[in-house]
């Protein structure tokens, strides 16, 4: 597969239903996630890391398509993933490893919207992100992630 996104943006949430805070760069940490995100070396309660969860990204041609086809306004925070991108094939990177930056990162599932989006959005996401609501990843090797770099195949 070959392609070659950029990064258009980037939010971290601090803690649980706090608002998606923007910034310019994050540091991407193996296992851990991104620093400063609440998912950043997130456990379960036995204290197994869960890095499957560690960063979660979406299209930006997702979020306009929404906008268009269901009147939505979502920006890129509003989607509450970390990293919105642009011309990058997310549904088809399950399993695959890609660059963000400098980190390298592998998918890992589908980020299917849910009712807890749609509450804390106050809008009908589900419908409208079926199938393009994002992408759960893990972070495999650390690097810095700005706005502007390119996303590219491993």
Do not use: W
Not at 39 to 68: C, M, Q, S, V, Y
Not at 110 to 121: N, S, V, W
Request: neutral net charge; hydrophobic residues 40%.
């Amino acid at each position: 597969m070959n392609f070659e996104g950029r990064v258009e943006a980037i939010h971290l949430i601090p803690r649980r239903g706090a608002a998606p805070q923007p910034v310019e760069a994050a540091r991407a940490v193996a296992d851990q996630g991104l620093e400063g995100d609440r998912k950043f070396g997130d456990t379960a309660r036995d204290g197994t890391p869960r890095p499957f969860n560690a960063i979660t990204l979406i299209e930006a041609e997702a979020l306009e398509a929404a906008a268009a086809d269901y009147d939505l306004d979502l920006p890129p925070g509003g989607s509450r993933r970390n990293v919105t991108v642009r011309g990058v094939p997310l549904n088809h990177l399950v399993g695959r490893r890609f660059r963000l930056g400098d980190a390298l990162i592998e998918g890992y599932e589908l980020c299917e919207p849910c009712a807890h989006l749609e509450k804390l959005t106050g809008q009908p996401v589900r419908k409208a992100l079926v199938h393009r609501g994002g992408l759960r990843a893990y972070v495999v090797g650390t690097g810095e992630v700005k706005v502007g770099d390119a996303v590219r195949p491993a």
